[in-house]
T-cell receptor, first 118, second 113 residues
Framework: GQQLNQSPQSMFIQEGEDVSMNCTSS?????WLWYKQEPGEGPVLLIA?????ELTSNGRLTAQFGITRKDSFLNISASIPSDVGIYFC??????????????????FGKGTKLSVKP | EAQVTQNPRYLITVTGKKLTVTCSQN?????MSWYRQDPGLGLRQIYY???????DKGDVPEGYKVSRKEKRNFPLILESPSPNQTSLYFC????????????FGNGTRLTVT
């Protein structure tokens, strides 16, 4: 099936450093979602992007919807220990049948595991 | 509080013993879905439901069943669990399919021995 390629798989950083991760696909998306999963919990939505080129911030988090509609980026500035977790990108790819219309089920990247050293 | 509630949180069972994991949402969402999460494989969709009495297979449906008799509930049924179904399971719901963000439950960790 369709896949999202998320990188890096894991990151070990020092508190205060900035973090960048990205997601790419061979399919076009018209929505990109970024989730965070903390240990023992379900994923929680961080940022939703709905337009190509869109840049959206949520506190120290900034995400961008790539202009090709095939990629997205998430940046975390000045990381802190509570940023630890797994970050997932997700989106509903446009189907060939309804190119401009309805979307399919969400598919998820395999996640970026972030560890922050105090 | 808007939430997706799964039960149980932890379950240890033996091969072949039927089990049900319940999922309930209080947001009047039309769309509900089950995922399993395994190391290195991310989240994979098992089944989904677009509305009451409408269910469909996801990417890894083998060995699972679901039902959607009411809008709020979407139980996951393992008729004859096997060790390869040992995993972390998440139920999720959203207003509609695809474009709306999913709200996840806190997960059910299942071990089949």
């Amino acid at each position: 099936g369709q896949q999202l390629n998320q990188s890096p798989q894991s990151m070990f950083i020092q508190e205060g450093e900035d973090v960048s991760m990205n997601c790419t696909s061979s399919s076009i998306f018209n929505t990109w979602l970024w989730y965070k999963q903390e240990p023992g919990e379900g994923p929680v939505l961080l940022i939703a992007l709905y337009k190509a080129g869109e840049l959206t911030s949520n506190g120290r988090l900034t995400a961008q919807f790539g202009i090709t509609r095939k990629d997205s980026f998430l940046n975390i500035s000045a990381s802190i220990p509570s940023d630890v977790g797994i970050y997932f990108c997700a989106g509903p790819p446009l189907t060939p049948v309804n190119y401009g219309g309805s979307q399919g089920n969400l598919i998820f990247g395999k996640g970026t595991k972030l560890s922050v050293k105090p | 509080e808007a939430q997706v509630t799964q039960n149980p949180r932890y379950l240890i069972t033996v091969t072949g013993k039927k089990l049900t994991v319940t999922c309930s949402q209080n947001m009047n969402h039309e769309y509900m879905s089950w995922y399993r999460q395994d190391p290195g494989l991310g989240l994979r969709q098992i089944y989904y439901s677009m509305n009451v009495e409408v269910t469909d297979k996801g990417d890894v449906p083998e060995g699972y069943k679901v039902s959607r008799k009411e809008k709020r509930n979407f139980p996951l049924i393992l008729e004859s669990p096997s060790p390869n179904q040992t995993s972390l399971y998440f139920c999720a719901s959203s207003f509609n399919r695809g474009n709306s963000p999913l709200h996840f439950g806190n997960g059910t960790r299942l071990t089949v021995t």
